[in-house]
C-alpha cells in the first residue's frame, strides 16, 4: 500500500497531468461534476456524490461520429478519430466503477461501440472508497463494496492522508512513486463504515420478483400510474444515472454541411424511440415505466441478473419531486404486486 | 396544521365538494415529499410541513379532462400568483378548482443542509427558528432561515392572490430583501464579465429540460425542441451556442408572464440560478411599463401584449434614459 498526504495531492496530480489527461471530481460554482484536471482546479474528492456521474468518461453527453461537407456538387465524409490517448480517472466510487461493468454489456457487445471502447481501452481508474455513505445510498443491494472498490488502484481518505494499493500493472506503475504505508488505517475505517451501511435504510431492499419470469407481472402492475402520477418528464434521472445509456444520433446544419452527432436520450421524453407509426409510449405512465422495467427486469433478464442500477443514489437526490427507484423497488418487489 | 388541513379537506369531501385533492404526500424520509393526486381513502399520505417546496399549480392543467365536478388544490401564497396566471392563460378552468390557501412560513431545502455538510439525514426537529438535524453521525442545529428554499429568500409575501378559503397561518420570510439585487449586480459588470458569469453557469447545463417541465409558464402541450417537425427539435446542444440559447429562448417566452414562482433555480440538478434571466425581464418591464406583478389576480393584461399609447419605446429609453 502507498500513500499521499492530500495537501499534496495537487502536486502529484500537476506532475501526472504533465503527461497523462487527468479526470476527476471538480468543483465549478457550487456543483462537484467529473472534468478535466487543470493546475488550479478545485479538485474535490471528498464529495460523496458528483452531480453527473463518471459515465461521462467513456460515454460523454455529447460526441461527434462523422461530418459531412458538401463543396459544389460533392459531399465529402470525414470520420472522427477515436481518442486514442492515455487518461487517468480518478475519485470514482464503488457505485459508479460498477457500472462500468454494465456499460461494457452494452456497448462491447454486438454492435460493438468503438467510441466506447477506445476510451475504455486507454483509462486508467483510481476508485475512491466511500467511508461516510448518505441516507439514500443502497450500492449494497446490488453487489457492490464501497469500502473496497475496484479499479487499477483501490484509494481510501483517511484522516488527511490518500492511501493508495494497485490492482494491475498499469494501476501499480500509476503509484510505484509514492511512499509506502501500512494498511491499518484503512482496514479501520472499512470496519467502521461497514457498521454504518448495515444500518442504512435501504441495506436490504427486496428485490425478489424483479427478472424475467415475473416480467408480464411487473409490466401490468396497476402502479405504474399512480408511482408516476408526478413525473415531470424531464430527464434529470436519466442524466445523472450511471447506468442510463440510451442516445439518439442527430445531424446539426452548419451551414457547410453536416456534423453527425449522438447525445444522451432519455426515456422520459416524448420523442424517444419515436418512429414513423407514431410513439409507442404515449403518455408518462408507459414512459416511467420503461425506465424501470428496463433497469429493474429487462436488463437483468438479459444479462445473467445484473441490474442495471447500482444505487447511487442520484436519481433521489435529484429528481425534482422526489420520485424514484426505490419507491418503485418498495412499491413493486417481493411479493408486493396487485394482491 | 396537518392535522387541520386534513379534517378540513375530509369535510369539504363529505360535503360533496370533491372526490380528489392535489396535494402532497409522504415519501420515504421526512423530506422528500411527492405532488399526489389523493381520494378519500388515501388522505392517510398526505403531508403538509416544511418540506411541501413544489408549485403543485401546474398539476392542473393536466387534471382538466378528467374532472367532472371540482378538484381541491392546496396552493401557498406564492403559488398562488401560477394558479392566477394558469387561469389568465385558459388552461385551468377556475371552476374546476376549490382552491385551499394553505399557510405557509417558509420551506426548507435539503439540499442547503446537505450544502452545509450535513450528511446521512435521518431526521429534523424544528424549534422556531431553529432545526437540528439528526444524522448517521449524529446532530446538527442550523438556522431555520439559512436552509429555506431560494425562492422563500423573496418571499411574495402572506397573501393568498386566489383562495375560495384559507387554512394555517403564513408568514412573510423575505426579511426585506431585494430580489433585484443580482441583477443589478449583473447590470453593472461589463459584457464580457456578464459572459463569463453566464458561460460558467449554463456551461453545467445537461439539458435535462427539468426548468421547463416544471415551469407553470411553459405550458405549451408539445414544445418547439420537442417536436422534430419544427426543424428546432434539440435534445443536447450541440455547441456553446446551443447553451446558452435555450435558455435564453425560454426566458424570452416566458416573460410578462413568468410570475417569479422560482421553481426553475430550485428544479435544476445543476444549481445553476436560472431564476436571474427571468427576473431581468421582470426588473426590464417594470422600468418600461410600471411595476407590474404577473399573476396577481387572474384575467390581467400583462404590458408586453397590452398597448397603451403611452408605452415607453424601448429603444428610446435605453438609449436617452428613462426621463420623458
Not at chain 1, 479526470?23 to 487543470?38: E, H, M, R, S, W
Not at chain 1, 466511500?130 to 441516507?135: F, Y
Not at chain 2, 446537505?114 to 438556522?143: F, M, P, W
Not at chain 2, 421582470?282 to 387572474?298: F, K, P, R, V
Request: hydrophobic content about 35%; glycine content about 8%; some cysteine.
Amino acid at each position: 500500500m502507498k500513500k499521499l498526504l492530500l495537501s499534496k495531492l495537487d502536486e502529484w496530480l500537476t506532475t501526472l497531468s504533465e503527461t497523462q489527461r487527468i479526470i476527476l471530481p471538480i468543483k465549478q460554482t457550487d456543483q462537484v461534476n467529473f472534468g478535466v484536471y487543470a493546475p488550479g482546479a478545485e479538485v474535490s474528492l471528498e464529495t460523496l456524490r458528483t452531480v453527473k456521474s463518471a459515465k461521462d468518461a467513456f460515454f460523454p453527453q455529447v460526441e461527434n461520429m462523422m461530418n459531412f461537407r458538401s463543396e459544389g456538387k460533392s459531399i465529402s465524409v470525414e470520420t472522427v478519430p477515436l481518442e486514442e490517448e492515455d487518461f487517468i480517472l480518478i475519485g470514482v466510487r464503488g457505485c459508479d466503477e460498477k457500472s462500468f461493468e454494465i456499460l461494457d454489456r452494452v456497448f462491447l457487445s454486438d454492435p460493438f461501440d468503438p467510441f466506447y471502447a477506445a476510451r475504455r481501452k486507454h483509462a486508467t481508474i483510481v476508485t475512491l472508497a466511500c467511508s461516510r455513505p448518505d441516507e439514500n445510498c443502497f450500492c449494497t443491494n446490488f453487489g457492490v463494496d464501497p469500502t473496497n472498490p475496484k479499479g487499477d488502484v483501490t484509494s481510501w481518505i483517511v484522516d488527511g492522508t490518500l492511501y493508495l494499493t494497485g490492482n494491475t500493472e498499469k494501476g501499480e506503475a500509476l503509484i510505484a512513486s509514492l511512499e509506502d504505508a501500512n494498511d491499518e488505517p484503512v482496514a479501520a475505517q472499512q470496519n467502521k463504515t461497514r457498521e454504518i451501511l448495515e444500518k442504512l435504510p435501504f441495506a436490504h431492499l427486496d428485490l425478489n420478483g424483479f427478472d424475467g419470469d415475473h416480467l408480464m407481472e411487473k409490466f401490468s402492475s396497476s402502479k405504474w400510474a399512480d408511482l408516476s402520477e408526478a413525473c415531470l418528464g424531464c430527464g434529470t434521472c436519466t442524466f445523472v444515472c450511471p447506468t442510463c445509456q440510451c442516445y439518439d444520433i442527430r445531424d446539426y446544419d452548419t451551414g457547410r454541411g453536416v456534423q453527425r452527432y449522438r447525445c444522451w436520450d432519455s426515456c422520459m421524453y416524448s420523442d424517444f424511440t419515436l418512429m414513423a407509426h407514431g410513439t409507442n409510449r404515449p403518455t408518462q405512465v408507459e414512459r416511467f415505466r420503461q425506465r424501470f422495467m428496463h433497469k429493474l427486469v429487462y436488463f437483468p433478464s438479459n444479462n445473467d441478473g445484473t441490474y442495471s442500477c447500482v444505487g447511487c443514489g442520484r436519481c433521489l437526490v435529484k429528481c425534482p419531486q422526489n420520485l424514484n427507484i426505490v419507491k418503485v423497488i418498495k412499491a413493486l418487489g417481493g411479493d408486493r404486486n396487485d394482491n | 396544521m396537518q392535522r387541520e388541513l386534513m379534517e378540513r379537506i375530509r369535510a369539504l369531501m363529505d360535503k360533496g365538494v370533491a372526490d380528489q385533492v392535489l396535494a402532497w404526500k409522504r415519501g420515504e424520509f421526512f423530506y422528500d415529499t411527492e405532488p399526489a393526486i389523493l381520494t378519500k381513502d388515501e388522505l392517510g399520505e398526505m403531508v403538509y410541513d416544511s418540506f411541501c417546496g413544489p408549485n403543485l399549480s401546474k398539476y392542473l392543467i393536466k387534471e382538466m379532462p378528467k374532472i367532472e365536478n371540482k378538484i381541491l388544490a392546496l396552493i401557498k401564497p406564492c403559488d398562488s400568483y401560477s394558479l392566477n396566471q394558469l387561469i389568465t392563460e385558459h388552461r385551468i378552468d377556475r371552476d374546476k378548482v376549490y382552491v385551499i390557501g394553505v399557510g405557509c412560513k417558509g420551506k426548507i431545502d435539503v439540499d442547503k443542509i446537505r450544502a452545509k455538510g450535513v450528511s446521512g439525514i435521518t431526521g429534523v426537529d424544528e424549534n422556531g427558528d431553529k432545526i437540528t438535524v439528526h444524522t448517521l453521525y449524529g446532530d446538527t442545529t442550523l438556522d431555520r432561515k439559512d436552509v429555506l428554499l431560494g425562492k422563500c429568500l423573496f418571499c411574495k409575501g402572506k397573501e393568498h392572490r386566489i383562495a375560495d378559503e384559507t387554512v394555517g397561518e403564513s408568514e412573510d420570510t423575505s426579511e426585506g430583501s431585494d430580489r433585484f439585487e443580482m441583477v443589478k449586480k449583473l447590470e453593472q459588470m461589463t459584457p464580457d464579465e456578464r459572459f463569463s458569469f453566464w458561460r460558467k453557469e449554463l456551461s453545467k447545463c445537461i439539458r435535462c429540460n427539468a426548468c421547463r417541465n416544471v415551469c407553470p409558464a411553459c405550458s405549451c402541450v408539445k414544445c418547439v425542441f420537442d417536436n422534430p417537425n419544427t426543424g428546432v427539435q434539440n435534445k443536447a446542444a450541440a455547441n456553446e451556442f446551443e447553451e446558452n440559447l435555450f435558455h435564453i429562448i425560454r426566458a424570452y417566452h416566458v416573460a410578462g408572464r413568468c410570475t417569479d414562482c422560482g421553481e426553475c433555480s430550485r428544479v435544476c440538478p445543476q444549481g445553476i440560478p436560472l431564476h436571474l434571466l427571468n427576473r431581468k425581464f421582470i426588473s426590464d418591464i417594470n422600468e418600461l411599463y410600471g411595476t407590474y406583478q404577473a399573476g396577481e389576480c387572474a384575467g390581467q393584461r400583462h404590458p408586453l401584449i397590452d398597448y397603451t399609447q403611452e408605452d415607453s419605446e424601448p429603444s428610446i429609453v435605453h438609449e436617452r434614459g428613462n426621463n420623458g
